[in-house]
């Protein structure tokens, strides 16, 4: 589900957390929707409501790669969405993860860091299960998004999430990962 960025820019406020609970709602109706339709298809489906299998299963289909804010960012929207999730026995085709350029962009960009009231988001890769990956802690962000309830901030100010920009982040990305190759 879309988020909307001017909401997203105005966290935390009572307008931006009343549209994080709708955009969370949205995606719970729609999860629990294509699920009933799996199931009268005659296959097995659940709604996964608000589970955090979300994030790391999405970048595994190649949907978007994990940016410095803990948050998935596509190529089509940045961070700009809420994410919903059935789990199912349908067949389905097998996609990967999709390199769009992020991590080489987000190497080098501060704004989620600096723009982060509780200071949550580390600026380089930790060490998490055994993978080096872009880590927030969650020790610190979650107490902060529930007293404010509701934030965003990091991915409203995320440079993907401005509407057109993601194409040409990836891009530009590529090319400087070609010519620094090159060197």
Known sequence: VEMDRDAALQAPSLHSGLMIQSEYRATDRISAELASHIRDLGWDARAAIHNMIQIPAAIEAGLGQ????????SKDLGSMYRLGAVVTNLPLVIDGPED????????????????????????TKQTVRGRERWYVDF?????????????????????????????????????????????
């Open 100 to 123: 769009i350029g992020v991590d080489d962009f987000c190497m080098n960009c501060q704004i989620c860091v600096t723009n982060c009231p509780p200071h949550a988001i580390l600026d």
């Open 139 to 183: 020790d610190k962000c979650i107490p902060y998004f529930v007293e404010n309830h509701g934030c965003g901030i990091c991915i409203g100010v995320c440079p993907w999430s401005e509407a057109g920009r993601g194409e040409s982040i990836s891009e530009k990305m590529f090319a400087l990962r070609e010519k620094t190759a090159e060197i």
């Open 66 to 73: 994990l940016g410095k804010h803990g948050s998935m960012i």
